[in-house]
């Protein structure tokens, strides 16, 4: 209550002080241009006293890919920032000197601990962002990359072959190229170039199978960020592939469910003791593809006839698992196909719809359930759907029923209007012709 008149009192007040400025003519009109903040107007100044910029920007010496917007650009650290020298003077040997605590342009390898300088100090990062880590550099330098890179492999990706030297953005930014959108690609001019990856004993489709997978589809074309791009998988700087007891917890990330049931089967287990990976098995890693029923059973398409015969443990439960699933899929089909009739004749019924969506509810468990790969524990799930959809059926069929018993009474009350009609035509021409 008291919270209420609160916030009431706080909306009056700031219609109030909004309508006066308006009154008083002080609020900013569309048409007029906006004034630029005290952030862009202090930034301008910036740049216009920093020599460094000013000197190559006039003399069209800016690197390659240089991008004003660039994160450090934007805080003011400028040239000077990564290169060192001093950016007050305007002469080119006094600026660029050695005394003047200019770097250089750093090798491939002496990049990390170039922007390490800054990005591994927590005291320096917190007077600008707090909110970013510092441990960048650490975690690369435990990946194959940074291990590479110091054993002096050049072809091997450091901070700038993902982030840019001079076009640096934060992932947030859709210009930035490690936004989610853009990772692939920037993970691919490297791995799907056939002539970098030349002397690397690996694959070169990582994109190619990544793009035609859900995952792939998902995120590039229905632009869906809750899909993994490449370094949901394999991290961001600590990018390794993920190793054989690894690769399930990372589709668990996203996939709880699947990997609660997986994880606690007797198949969890024995996968492990064979250095099986878990997932990756059934499912593929950058491939991955929309499932189906025919997965699980003892067909041509089963996954599960990749490890198990006819007649062992796992094919009986494989076969059983799908003759459930076939079953509620098989109702609940039909019961779709009553709903679309009572429907096509007008008659929505609110309580099918709800009905055959919890039905479609116990199909979705049950396929997830088929990771327990056992039929005790599908089978209530799918019973529990195949009793929904029959009830959907009886509640159709009785709609459909109903409906056409109404349409002949209809058709009886018509048939009588029309002889009454009839009748009193005959019976008013026989009183005139009278
Ligand atoms: C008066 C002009 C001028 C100023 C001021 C200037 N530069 Fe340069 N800079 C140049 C020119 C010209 C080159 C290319 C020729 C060379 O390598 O000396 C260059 C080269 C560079 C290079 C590449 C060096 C290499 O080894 O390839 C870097 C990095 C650089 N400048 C950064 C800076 C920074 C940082 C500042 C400010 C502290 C700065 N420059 C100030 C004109 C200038
Ligand atoms: C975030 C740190 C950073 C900032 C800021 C930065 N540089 Fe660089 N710069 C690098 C790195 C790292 C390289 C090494 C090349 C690479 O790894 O791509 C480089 C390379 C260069 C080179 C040589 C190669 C090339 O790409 O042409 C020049 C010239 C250069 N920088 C000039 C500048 C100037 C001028 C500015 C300011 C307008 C600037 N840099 C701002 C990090 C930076
Ligand atoms: C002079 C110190 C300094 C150096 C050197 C430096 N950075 Fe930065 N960097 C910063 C600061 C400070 C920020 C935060 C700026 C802000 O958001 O206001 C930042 C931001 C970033 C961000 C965006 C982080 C986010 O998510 O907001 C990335 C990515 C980045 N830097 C990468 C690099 C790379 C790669 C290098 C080396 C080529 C490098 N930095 C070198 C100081 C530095
Ligand atoms: C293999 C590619 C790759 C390499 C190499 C790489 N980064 Fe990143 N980095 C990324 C990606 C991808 C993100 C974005 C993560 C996200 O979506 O939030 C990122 C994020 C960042 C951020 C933002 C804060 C954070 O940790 O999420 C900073 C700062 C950064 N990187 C600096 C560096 C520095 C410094 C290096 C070199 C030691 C480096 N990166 C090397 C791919 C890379
Ligand atoms: C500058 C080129 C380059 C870029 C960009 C790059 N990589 Fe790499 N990457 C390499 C090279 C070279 C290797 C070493 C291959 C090897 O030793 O098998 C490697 C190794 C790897 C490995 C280990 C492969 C193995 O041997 O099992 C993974 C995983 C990986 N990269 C993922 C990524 C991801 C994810 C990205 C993007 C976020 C990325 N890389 C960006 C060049 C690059
Ligand atoms: C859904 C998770 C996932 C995504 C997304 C993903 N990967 Fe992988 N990646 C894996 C798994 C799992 C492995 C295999 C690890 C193993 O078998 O040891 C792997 C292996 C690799 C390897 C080692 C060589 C190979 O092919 O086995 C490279 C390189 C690699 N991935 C790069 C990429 C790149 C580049 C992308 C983005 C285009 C990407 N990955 C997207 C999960 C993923
Ligand atoms: C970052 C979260 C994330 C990670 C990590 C992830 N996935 Fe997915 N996955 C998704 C999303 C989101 C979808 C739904 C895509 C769609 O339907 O458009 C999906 C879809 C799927 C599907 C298809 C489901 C269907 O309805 O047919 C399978 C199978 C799958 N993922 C398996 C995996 C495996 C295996 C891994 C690990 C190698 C993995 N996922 C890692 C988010 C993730
Ligand atoms: C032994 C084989 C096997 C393993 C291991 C396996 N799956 Fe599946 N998965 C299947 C089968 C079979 C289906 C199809 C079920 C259906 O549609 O009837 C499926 C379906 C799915 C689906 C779509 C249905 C749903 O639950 O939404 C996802 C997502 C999925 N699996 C993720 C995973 C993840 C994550 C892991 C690892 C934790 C995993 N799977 C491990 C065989 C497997
Ligand atoms: C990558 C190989 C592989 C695939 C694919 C696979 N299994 Fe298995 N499964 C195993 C191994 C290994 C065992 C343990 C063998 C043993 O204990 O005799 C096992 C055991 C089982 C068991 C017996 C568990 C127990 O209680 O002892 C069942 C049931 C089972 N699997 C069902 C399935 C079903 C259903 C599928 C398909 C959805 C499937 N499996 C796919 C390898 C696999």
Known sequence: MKALRISTMITLALALVSGAALADGTSVSANEEVAPSDAEVARRAFLENDQCYQCHLEDENLPEHFFIDDIHMQANLSCAGCHGGDPASDDDEESMSEEAGFLGVPSRSEVPEFCGRCHSDIEFMRRYQPRIPTDQVNRYSTSLHGQLLSSGDDNVANCTSCHTAHGVLPASDARSSVHPLNVPSTCNSCHGDTDHMAGYDIPTDQYEQYAKSVHGVALLEKEDTGAPACNDCHGNHGALPPGISSVTQVCGHCHVNNLQFFEATPMARAFEDSELHGCEECHGNHGVARTSDEMVGTGDASVCMDCHDDGDDGSDAAGRIRAQLDSLTEVYGIALERQ????????????????????????????????????????????????????AIE???????????????????????????????FRIRQMESS
């Open 340 to 391: 679309e009739e009572v429907n096509t004749k007008g008659m929505d019924d609110v309580d099918i719809g709800f009905i055959l969506q919890e039905a479609h509810q116990s199909l979705i468990q049950a396929r997830t359930l088929v990771h327990t790969f056992d039929p005790e524990r599908v089978g209530p799930r799918t019973r529990e759907g195949v009793e929904k959809s029959k009830s």
């Open 395 to 425: 509640i159709a069929e009785s709609t459909i029923q109903e409906y056409s018993f109404r349409r002949r009474g209809f058709g009886m009350g018509t048939l009588f209007i029309t002889i009454l009609v009839i009748a009193l035509f």
